[in-house]
């Protein structure tokens, strides 16, 4: 990934129940948004299911990996200034969201759901045939996901929880 470099990601536990997201690159420069209501409550798990997708299974072309190559916030939406997300990208968003459904419902299911919906995903989407993932890729990224959770769990408002995406 060229131009890509480590970044702090950080995710702050208001006082008044909002939620800040920043991303601090090694060249210093940062990203970052704040949320509200049912945002606040929402997307820190989301955020750090996105860092337990991509670090386990190696997507370095996800949310974070374009992060870390300059992407700001502002860039992952419309009007799409830095154009259509890398495939990777989008996979990657997919996953999350395949975790998410998991977070709602508090139903697992299974890799071959994982790889269906995936292929489903890809050919209607005009994406290529992404790598199949095994249960033992699932239950890696549960257990990431699951420390991290606690880990953000754990932090009293007015704090802040860190983790560093190494390129």
């Known amino acids: 990934m060229p131009g890509a470099q480590s970044i702090v990601i950080r995710i702050k536990k208001g006082t008044d129940g909002r939620t800040a997201l920043s991303c601090t690159r090694a060249d210093g420069t940062t990203t970052w948004q704040t949320q509200q209501g049912g945002q606040a409550a929402f997307f820190p798990k989301h955020d750090l299911t996105h860092y337990a997708v991509e670090t386990t299974l190696g997507l370095r072309q996800g949310f974070y990996g374009l992060v870390s190559e300059g992407w700001g916030f502002s860039d992952f ?19 999350v969201g395949f975790f998410d459904l998991e977070r709602r419902t508090g139903e697992r299911s299974t890799a071959d759901e994982l790889n269906n919906m995936l292929a489903v995903y890809c050919a209607e989407s005009g994406l290529p045939a992404h790598r199949s993932f095994s249960d033992e890729d699932l239950a890696k990224v549960r257990a990431k996901r699951a420390e991290l959770f606690a880990g953000w769990d754990a932090v009293e408002p007015g704090q802040a929880f860190e983790v560093v995406f190494d390129t």
């Open 77 to 95: 939406g419309s009007p799409w200034p830095r154009g259509k997300l890398p495939a990777e990208a989008s996979v990657s968003e997919a996953i």
